[in-house]
């Protein structure tokens, strides 16, 4: 449940701060006074698009924060590495240069985190929400919505992958022979090149050292010459220093017992010389390099570095394209043999996607034989007493299946008795396209988890009676969850378990809007505007009141 909406800054409304209600909260005011911008405030906090133009002129930044109570969110923080808390704190702020910055309970995230989040909370129904409806392209989407047939859509997207990747392998291996000819050439061409080369791991890198150490080898050879001369062949050597050392120091020790550790010391330090002379006189041989041993190892580099070059690889990379080279060619000799293997293979998967359509497409025939009858049954209430409302599904053409089943389907209707179904587009109104969504929206609001439902004007072009069953209708869905509403009609205002005035004045030559939670007195006060605008009489007042106190008895309430 959405219980507290703070803004900062958003286009007309400097500050507002709203605490909603469980249950039935209603929005009223003049057109024009900023009723819908606290939706598009509600969508911003949720990761929706935003322009900069949200932000209030004169400002450098908006805020809005959205707290929830109640929110059925723990596995997508759990997800996200956000803790949990008592309430769940939505806030993002909005630059006048368009950047943006999200947050969710103090954790910084982003706005497509922000957006996966907010459709677990929150279910936004626009005024432009019903012509949805004449997109039949979504009509499978509300089906499969209501049908709750993720399982077998999951089996059927299961078959489906395994058939197309099929085909596409079977695409990949089938071409005209003149394209074979010239892909065997281009590949065997390259796998002579890459296989003449004898590439090895790590040889690049070996060569690399190699030849740093023949670029250096005359100044390695001097130092290497120069310590062998210090340590072992010259005179007074250090090694023949450390011996005579280690004699007097034994000589002493028969003496002074005091001296065998460092006696024992230089002993030691002798045979630690003696074998830095070995390696240095060992690595000291192995610098006869040639001249040719350096060209051969520049020339070996440059082919490497050639064949990087060319192939825009790394010698990993090489050694990777000469493995799929290798493959590919024998997969371009023995392309008939797959592609017959391919085939039974093919066949195999189709019979399995057909076998998974069907158990979808029954799943489907009985869920919009259920939605058929529960919307009739909604619309039947919302004063559409002869409305015929049937989901058509038919085969798709073609192979007889994409990647959503075997199943086209679409919504049709009739309003009027004696009129066969057909397209919404063709014969739905205004006002009944909003009673549509409304019994959709009631429908499935029994299955999904969304514990907020916000209508932005869902009364559009209705009046009278139906009105006031449209305003039972959500009275009635507020049962289960909250609904956030913005309208202009009285019997909708009246329903409320809270409402709200929106109203918009100017200050100092700016445009303010302000948010104010009605007590009993406001409500009547309010909706005697709604029914007579500026002429607001006792009548109207009396009207009001006897609306609202109808109202209160429809819902169990007093007066």
Same mark, same amino acid.
């Given at each position: 449940?959405?219980?507290?909406?703070?803004?900062?800054?958003?286009?007309?409304?400097?500050?507002?701060?709203?605490?909603?209600?469980?249950?039935?909260?209603?929005?009223?005011?003049?057109?024009?006074?900023?009723?819908?911008?606290?939706?598009?405030?509600?969508?911003?906090?949720?990761?929706?698009?935003?322009?900069?133009?949200?932000?209030?002129?004169?400002?450098?930044?908006?805020?809005?924060?959205?707290?929830?109570?109640?929110?059925?969110?723990?596995?997508?923080?759990?997800?996200?590495?956000?803790?949990?808390?008592?309430?769940?704190?939505?806030?993002?702020?909005?630059?006048?240069?368009?950047?943006?910055?999200?947050?969710?309970?103090?954790?910084?995230?982003?706005?497509?985190?922000?957006?996966?989040?907010?459709?677990?909370?929150?279910?936004?129904?626009?005024?432009?929400?019903?012509?949805?409806?004449?997109?039949?392209?979504?009509?499978?989407?509300?089906?499969?919505?209501?049908?709750?047939?993720?399982?077998?859509?999951?089996?059927?997207?299961?078959?489906?992958?395994?058939?197309?990747?099929?085909?596409?392998?079977?695409?990949?291996?089938?071409?005209?022979?003149?394209?074979?000819?010239?892909?065997?050439?281009?590949?065997?061409?390259?796998?002579?090149?890459?296989?003449?080369?004898?590439?090895?791991?790590?040889?690049?890198?070996?060569?690399?050292?190699?030849?740093?150490?023949?670029?250096?080898?005359?100044?390695?050879?001097?130092?290497?010459?120069?310590?062998?001369?210090?340590?072992?062949?010259?005179?007074?050597?250090?090694?023949?220093?450390?011996?005579?050392?280690?004699?007097?120091?034994?000589?002493?020790?028969?003496?002074?017992?005091?001296?065998?550790?460092?006696?024992?010391?230089?002993?030691?330090?002798?045979?630690?010389?003696?074998?830095?002379?070995?390696?240095?006189?060992?690595?000291?041989?192995?610098?006869?390099?040639?001249?040719?041993?350096?060209?051969?190892?520049?020339?070996?580099?440059?082919?490497?570095?050639?064949?990087? =070059? &060319?192939? +825009? @690889? /790394?010698?990993? $990379?090489?050694?990777? #394209?000469? !493995?799929?080279?290798?493959?590919?060619?024998?997969?371009?000799?023995?392309?008939?043999?797959?592609?017959?293997?391919?085939?039974?293979?093919?066949?195999?998967?189709?019979?399995?996607?057909?076998?998974?359509?069907?158990?979808?497409?029954?799943? =489907? &025939?009985? +869920? @919009? /034989?259920?939605? $058929?009858?529960?919307? #009739?049954? !909604?619309?039947?209430?919302?004063?559409?007493?002869?409305?015929?409302?049937?989901?058509?599904?038919?085969?798709?053409?073609?192979?007889?299946?994409?990647?959503?089943?075997?199943?086209?389907?679409?919504?049709?209707?009739?309003?009027?008795?004696?009129?066969?179904?057909?397209?919404?587009?063709?014969?739905?109104?205004?006002?009944?396209?909003?009673?549509?969504?409304?019994?959709?929206?009631?429908?499935?609001?029994?299955?999904?988890?969304?514990?907020?439902?916000?209508?932005?004007?869902?009364?559009?072009?209705?009046?009278?009676?139906?009105?006031?069953?449209?305003?039972?209708?959500?009275?009635?869905?507020?049962?289960?969850?909250?609904?956030?509403?913005?309208?202009?009609?009285?019997?909708?205002?009246?329903?409320?378990?809270?409402?709200?005035?929106?109203?918009?004045?100017?200050?100092?030559?700016?445009?303010?809007?302000?948010?104010?939670?009605?007590?009993?007195?406001?409500?009547?006060?309010?909706?005697?505007?709604?029914?007579?605008?500026?002429?607001?009489?006792?009548?109207?007042?009396?009207?009001?009141?006897?609306?609202?106190?109808?109202?209160?008895?429809?819902?169990?309430?007093?007066?």
């Amino acid at each position: 449940m959405l219980s507290q909406l703070h803004i900062e800054n958003i286009a007309v409304i400097e500050r507002a701060d709203v605490e909603f209600g469980p249950g039935f909260n209603v929005l009223t005011g003049e057109t024009g006074a900023g009723k819908s911008i606290l939706i598009d405030a509600i969508g911003a906090v949720l990761g929706g698009r935003v322009s900069r133009e949200l932000v209030r002129s004169g400002a450098e930044k908006a805020l809005v924060s959205a707290t929830f109570t109640d929110a059925a969110a723990e596995q997508w923080l759990s997800e996200n590495d956000i803790e949990p808390e008592e309430e769940l704190i939505l806030q993002r702020r909005l630059g006048a240069d368009g950047k943006s910055a999200c947050r969710v309970n103090g954790v910084p995230v982003s706005a497509q985190q922000l957006r996966s989040l907010g459709r677990l909370l929150l279910d936004i129904h626009g005024q432009n929400d019903g012509r949805a409806l004449l997109d039949e392209e979504r009509h499978l989407d509300y089906l499969d919505r209501f049908g709750e047939t993720e399982p077998e859509r999951e089996a059927f997207c299961a078959a489906y992958g395994r058939w197309r990747d099929i085909r596409r392998e079977m695409d990949r291996l089938r071409m005209d022979e003149d394209e074979k000819a010239r892909l065997t050439e281009k590949l065997t061409e390259e796998l002579r090149e890459l296989t003449d080369a004898k590439l090895k791991p790590g040889e690049e890198e070996e060569l690399t050292a190699l030849r740093d150490r023949m670029l250096g080898a005359e100044k390695l050879s001097e130092a290497l010459e120069g310590a062998y001369q210090a340590l072992y062949e010259a005179d007074g050597s250090a090694i023949s220093l450390a011996g005579d050392a280690e004699g007097f120091l034994s000589a002493a020790c028969a003496i002074a017992p005091e001296l065998k550790a460092a006696s024992e010391s230089v002993s030691q330090a002798r045979f630690l010389l003696e074998d830095a002379a070995e390696r240095v006189n060992d690595l000291r041989e192995t610098l006869n390099f040639s001249e040719a041993d350096f060209d051969a190892a520049e020339s070996r580099l440059s082919l490497l570095r050639r064949l990087q =070059r &060319k192939y +825009a @690889a /790394d010698e990993a $990379g090489l050694l990777e #394209r000469l !493995e799929a080279d290798e493959k590919r060619l024998g997969e371009l000799e023995s392309s008939g043999d797959l592609l017959l293997q391919l085939e039974k293979e093919l066949k195999s998967a189709r019979n399995a996607v057909l076998a998974a359509g069907k158990t979808l497409t029954e799943r =489907r &025939k009985k +869920a @919009a /034989d259920a939605l $058929g009858e529960r919307v #009739r049954a !909604e619309l039947r209430y919302l004063n559409m007493p002869s409305v015929a409302f049937v989901t058509e599904l038919t085969g798709l053409p073609g192979e007889g299946f994409d990647a959503t089943g075997c199943d086209a389907v679409r919504f049709l209707m009739s309003a009027n008795a004696g009129e066969a179904p057909g397209r919404i587009a063709h014969i739905a109104s205004g006002g009944e396209l909003s009673r549509i969504m409304l019994a959709l929206k009631s429908v499935f609001a029994e299955r999904d988890g969304v514990g907020t439902l916000i209508f932005d004007e869902i009364d559009t072009g209705v009046s009278g009676i139906t009105a006031q069953r449209v305003a039972e209708k959500m009275g009635a869905l507020s049962r289960a969850r909250q609904l956030i509403c913005i309208t202009h009609l009285p019997q909708l205002a009246a329903m409320a378990d809270a409402q709200y005035r929106i109203e918009k004045a100017e200050r100092g030559g700016r445009t303010y809007t302000t948010v104010t939670c009605l007590d009993r007195e406001g409500r009547i006060d309010e909706l005697s505007r709604l029914y007579g605008g500026d002429s607001v009489t006792e009548t109207t007042r009396k009207s009001a009141a006897e609306q609202l106190a109808a109202a209160e008895e429809f819902k169990g309430g007093k007066p």
